[in-house]
């Protein structure tokens, strides 16, 4: 028997303070680069620039590597679970990676064309946002079937586009329109609201699944670096945190992908800590109602393992067990016990005249009749067609002989069949042997008592022998 826990649980007030507590962890560590770029704006000093095209190129060529690695990852995870917010965040991270390359390739560019060089992050940043919130409006849809998922077409006509938006971008940085600071601050001012409207959406819809919530951060990060971007000139050092703030997101959400890669493959079935509890402890429940089901199975089946199905006496199996569970015993203690072999007299006539089914009512009758004559802890079995044994612990040969009589007599002067309209006269013969002075082995005390049977069958029947 397991003891249950009883878990004092908490007041409703303390649950909503935590739930509050947690909610205002959750938002100040996602609001955490806006102190940094209140900080800089602040007490920045416009004279300290850090220029390095090397630098910068390397960072470019990492943040290109990571981003491919993440939309094969959430491509993977789309293919598997078939998400359409898997689709599209896989089409943002495509969008950024062919877009964004070229704001590191065109480094050099940065004395030559600065808008080049410069229009590219923003334009990346642009279209992720906008995918991204494509993304989240896609939360919880139907999974898209597995002849779209494996459509070449519906991606290579997405990264056909992207590669137009790269075209355009350089068009308009040759284009006299690219002079106007507007245009970088209109492509960041874009991203920044974009984002700004997704983590407005996710507040509004309530999505607090594990992995949302990281893809909520993200775009929280996404936002305030485009606002960094905004506030920032060119390598100042407000526009590396901003780089830093944008990678320090993208880190992050490529976190919550390989965790659905590793896990479920899916964004909607990764669960929080108190659904899992819940689901954990009805998993519980079920197994402890199935244990408990199975245990019930499992003393069925033994019982009907070790029990005659007609008259629910012990079978032979289970008579031997019980004999040889006394003989130790005796052994031990040195108590006696004894046998009886009973065998019911014409028993095969009775059937052939009555029929069967009475022959089987008088079997059930016959053991009702038994267990009525000795006690409770003695034993009876059906051992074969009409031959019985029954087990008298702690009785010696004179005792057993004894109750051999009574059931003899109860027998002899019992009414069987009379339950089915027929009312048959039935007599038995008993051939008793007790443990030690008949044999100190099973097969001994057994074969004893089978030769009695026979003898009093031989006398004549209806009589108990014992010597």
Request: glycine letters at 8%; hydrophobic letters at 50%.
């Amino acid at each position: 028997m397991t003891a249950s826990v009883v878990v004092d649980e908490p007041s409703a007030a303390v649950q909503w303070v935590t739930r509050v507590y947690v909610g205002l962890l959750i938002g100040g560590f996602a609001l955490m680069p806006a102190y940094l770029i209140a900080y800089l704006y602040v007490f920045q000093s416009p004279a300290l620039t850090f220029e390095n095209h090397a630098f910068h190129e390397l960072a470019i060529t990492a943040a290109t590597l990571e981003g491919l690695f993440v939309a094969y990852v959430s491509w993977r995870c789309y293919q598997s679970s078939g998400e359409p917010l898997l689709r599209w965040l896989t089409l943002s991270f495509l969008a950024f990676v062919l877009i964004y390359a070229l704001h590191g390739a065109f480094t050099g560019m940065a004395h030559h064309n600065i808008w080049l060089f410069l229009l590219y992050g923003p334009a990346s940043r642009l279209a992720m946002a906008a995918l991204l919130l494509v993304a989240l409006l896609a939360w919880h849809q139907p999974p898209d079937p597995t002849t779209v998922r494996r459509a070449p077409s519906r991606w290579l006509g997405w990264i056909g586009l992207f590669v137009l938006i790269d075209a355009a971008v350089a068009v308009i940085a040759y284009s006299p329109v690219a002079s106007n600071i507007a245009v970088r601050v209109t492509m960041e001012g874009g991203a920044l609201v974009l984002s700004s409207v997704n983590v407005a959406v996710m507040l509004a819809r309530r999505i607090r699944s594990p992995l949302m919530k990281i893809f909520g951060i993200s775009v929280t990060s996404f936002a305030l670096s485009s606002l960094a971007f905004i506030l920032a000139r060119p390598w100042n050092h407000m526009w590396w945190l901003a780089h830093a703030i944008f990678a320090a997101g993208f880190f992050l959400l490529s976190y919550g992908v390989v965790q659905a890669f590793r896990t479920t493959r899916s964004f909607s079935t990764i669960y929080s800590q108190e659904e899992l509890m819940a689901r954990l402890a009805e998993a519980m429940a079920r197994t402890e109602s199935a244990l408990q089901e199975l245990k019930r199975t499992n003393l069925k089946l033994e019982h009907l393992a070790a029990t005659d199905p007609l008259t629910g006496a012990a079978n032979r199996r289970q008579f031997i067990e019980m004999v040889d569970a006394e003989i130790t015993r005796a052994r031990r203690g040195g108590a006696p016990f004894s046998l009886l072999a009973l065998d019911l007299d014409h028993f095969k006539a009775i059937n052939d005249s009555y029929g069967h089914q009475v022959g089987d009512e008088i079997l059930r009758g016959f053991v009702k009749k038994c267990l009525d004559a000795i006690r409770p802890y003695d034993g009876v079995a059906r051992v074969g067609g009409e031959e019985f044994m029954v087990l008298l612990p702690q009785v010696a040969l004179g005792v057993a002989q004894s109750i051999g009589e009574r059931i003899r007599e109860a027998i002899a002067n019992g009414v069987f069949g009379g339950q089915l309209g027929e009312s048959v006269p039935l007599t038995v013969s008993i051939g008793v042997s007790q443990f030690g002075p008949d044999g100190d082995t099973i097969d001994a005390i057994l074969r004893t008592a089978d030769e009695r049977l026979y003898r009093a069958k031989h006398l004549g029947r209806n009589r108990v022998i014992a010597t």
